[in-house]
């Protein structure tokens, strides 16, 4: 991320279960902070349920030709 030199828009959605990564979610905060094209968004599925479609695309806004670039285990990755 700090190595970003684009003025595309890029929101980066991190899914986690409960607070236990937050130290993570502190170093990531701290590294968009300074990439104003850069929105951060933390899914905890232990409030919101797992990541769906739909839940995608409430956090970004879906334009055709838009890409994706998605990670996670794989029995997510089938699930979406």
Known sequence: LSALQTH???TLI???RGEGPRLLIQ????LV???PQVSFVVH???Q???L????????VSVAPG??????GPQAMMHTL
């Open 44 to 46: 905890d599925t232990q």
């Open 33 to 35: 902070s300074h990439l």
């Open 52 to 59: 769906t479609v739909d839940r995608i695309c409430s956090y």
């Open 66 to 71: 838009m890409r994706v670039w998605l990670c």
């Open 8 to 10: 595309q828009q890029l």
């Open 14 to 16: 991190l899914s986690v």
């Open 27 to 30: 170093i990531v905060r701290q």
């Open 48 to 50: 919101a349920g797992r």
